[in-house]
């Protein structure tokens, strides 16, 4: 599937309007800058997920980005009426896009993809946004010292053009799937079972991770069953008749589970996580948020260096901001090659990962902190996003596995939130340290180092117990065998 470009260019160019605009408390709009990319996935979360899970995906994709880049193109406005607050609810109408944007292609990695590389797909999907860091920060630094900002946001502007057109592919197939499947004999939510059903009987197989079998044979025997009921007419386990909306997909996942939220829209993904038997989801969602709590203070952290006259060893702050966003882009490529080169492929190892991640952002807050050039915040960014990156992708992976095609959609729109509730009051909390408390920034960078200690020693012993309770549970099913 096609991918969608980082907003590097708005990135570069939005700080620098800050800096002229506000340089007296440029942190604090720097603060609310970022938030308005962040409060439209809490605002809009009750539908984004429902879109995702409903509509077509591609077709939403594509919208998605021509939306944004119709956004881009009127951005440089803010510099012509010399108005800083003309950006936010431009930055806001562009992000609003982006909520309906990011569990939409949460959710359709694994319908293009085999399960059992649905890992490798999220590390070549995170590729495209590192790439484009790695590269093109330095770029849109050159670009908006010697064009700029309006040259950046018209650059961007066309990026997102040529991402709805890349996306066209998906939506044409995705739209073809969907055609077929409502040419079948069944009718109804019903027939979603049986589809499975069929889907799982005709597709070759594919030798699951170990740890993932179980899972996934309850899955095809619910399907199964699923399908026999659908075609006596008799009703589902969780209550509804084989055609009745309410049964979304049962048997493909999480059987009642999964029917019981199929007509409650996001707030049925809610119903569905406070179920005891998805009480699991309901501790992994929170991955990445507590991710969010200690890198959300890393772009305040980002803008301030770049204004730093100590740190402009390299060029002007355009260009500083640049060689920081490309150390970004270099550690989001390294950190998830070598994770998933030394992980296998199953959820207790990408637990481990997640654990490993966390001591990553400590290590490059750390070194952050102690930082007296650029030469040293640069390889400290680099270790930085490489925890950043690596527990997000293996998060993903992890709740990928887990998840049926029906709820998929809907629980990302609520991991989302708190992914985005958490990010938001990082780096607004880290705007305010700077310019309200009068913070340095190694006194902000060390706080962040302690908090994600905190945070590793968390998840490492939520791996630990997990870890334990597995091989209990083989060892058990292991004597009853024997």
């Known amino acids: 599937m096609g991918g969608k470009p980082r907003a590097e260019f708005t990135f ?38 429902l879109a995702a899970d409903r509509l077509n995906r591609g077709a939403l994709l594509v919208a998605v980005c021509l939306a944004e880049g119709a956004v881009s193109f009127t951005l440089p406005l803010v510099q012509q009426q010399q108005n800083i607050w003309l950006l936010y609810p431009l930055i806001f109408c562009q992000y609003c896009a982006q909520a309906f944007y990011d569990p939409a292609r949460a959710a359709a990695i694994p319908g293009v993809v085999p399960r059992h590389l649905i890992c490798v797909a999220g590390t070549l999907d995170t590729f495209g946004f590192s790439l484009m860091a790695l590269g093109g920060a330095a770029l849109a630094g050159h670009v908006a010292a010697l064009y700029g900002t309006a040259a950046c946001f018209r650059v961007e502007g066309a990026a997102f053009l040529l991402a709805a057109l890349l996306m066209l592919p998906l939506a044409l197939a995705t739209a073809h799937r969907g055609a077929a499947s409502s040419r079948r004999p069944w009718s109804g939510m019903g027939s979603v079972a049986a589809a499975a059903a069929a889907a799982a009987a005709a597709a070759p197989e594919v030798e699951a991770p170990p740890e993932l079998q179980p899972l996934l044979a309850t899955h095809s025997s619910q399907a199964d069953d699923a399908g026999l009921l659908h075609k006596r007419g008799a009703p589902s386990r969780g209550g509804h ?15 009642e589970d999964v029917s019981m939220c199929g007509a409650s829209g996001t707030c049925g993904a809610l119903a569905f996580i406070a179920q005891r038997q998805n009480w699991d989801v309901a501790i992994l969602i929170w991955i990445k948020a507590t991710g969010a ?108 596995h887990r998840l049926h095609e029906g709820i998929r959609g809907r629980v990302f729109a609520v991991e989302f939130v708190f992914f985005t509730i958490s990010e938001a009051s990082s780096s607004l909390a880290a705007g305010w340290a700077l310019d309200g408390l009068g913070w340095s920034e190694r006194q902000l960078s060390t706080a962040m180092a302690l908090l994600a200690s905190g945070f590793m020693g968390w998840w490492a012993t939520y791996a630990w117990w997990m870890w334990r309770g597995e091989v209990s549970r083989a060892a058990a099913s292991a004597d009853e065998h024997t």
């Open 293 to 400: 709590m200690v890198w959300g203070a890393a772009d305040i952290l980002n803008g301030r260096f770049s204004t730093d006259r100590a740190m402009q060893s390299l060029g002007g702050p355009d260009q500083t901001l640049g060689f920081i966003l490309a150390a970004v882009g270099g550690g989001c490529v390294v950190g998830p090659l070598i994770a998933n080169s030394i992980t296998p492929g199953v959820a207790r190892y990408w637990r481990v990962s997640v654990a490993s991640a966390f001591g990553l952002l400590a290590a490059g807050y750390a070194v952050m902190a102690a930082a007296p050039s650029i030469f040293w915040i640069l390889p400290a960014t680099c270790i930085r996003a490489a925890g950043s990156n690596t527990l997000y992708i293996h998060s993903f992976a992890i709740l990928q």
């Open 241 to 255: 008749g084989a055609g009745s909306p309410g049964n979304l997909g049962a048997g493909a996942g999480e059987g």
């Open 12 to 49: 570069i160019a939005a700080y620098a309007i800050i800096s002229h605009l506000s340089p007296f408390d440029a942190a604090t709009h720097t603060a609310l800058f970022l938030i308005c990319r962040r409060v439209p996935y809490l605002l809009l979360f009750p539908v984004t997920g």
